[in-house]
């Protein structure tokens, strides 16, 4: 079971990225998958999930910036990210767990994931 994240890069303050975790060995649609974050210095953080029944959580500064949306078709989740500010700069991860109990609330929790994908950077800079 593979998780791979990719969509990083440098965008200015007020910008968008779509990051792309896409699954492999697995269908995505069987398992919950989160979004977390690592900016330097500080602790990894979870940005916003998505439950086996769909449901999704947010980071409080995510809510209306941030959506993420599943593309069953294509066994991948998406975090499409608008207005992003300095403070969004991060290596970004994805993670999956089969367990109907994950993303049913918030915070969101590092142990409940199972699986991890590598990071994918995320710079926000003029």
């Known amino acids: 079971l593979q998780l791979q994240a990719s969509g990083g890069g440098l965008v200015q303050p007020g910008g968008s990225l779509r990051l792309s975790c896409a699954a492999s060995?697995?269908?995505?649609?069987?398992?919950?998958v989160g979004w977390f974050r690592r900016a330097p210095g500080k602790e990894r953080e979870g940005v916003a999930c998505v439950s086996r029944s769909d449901g999704t959580n947010y980071a409080e500064d995510a809510k209306g910036r941030f959506t993420i949306y599943r593309d069953s078709a294509k066994n991948t989740v998406y975090l499409q990210m608008n207005n992003l500010k300095p403070e969004d700069a991060a290596v970004y991860y994805c993670?999956?767990?089969?367990?109907?109990?994950?993303?049913?609330?918030?915070?969101?929790?590092?142990?409940?994931?199972?699986?991890w994908g590598k990071g994918t950077l995320v710079t926000v800079s003029s």
């Open positions: 993670a999956a767990d089969r367990s109907r109990n994950v993303c049913n609330g918030w915070p969101m929790f590092l142990h409940d994931y199972e699986y």
């Open positions: 060995g697995f269908t995505f649609d069987d398992y919950a």
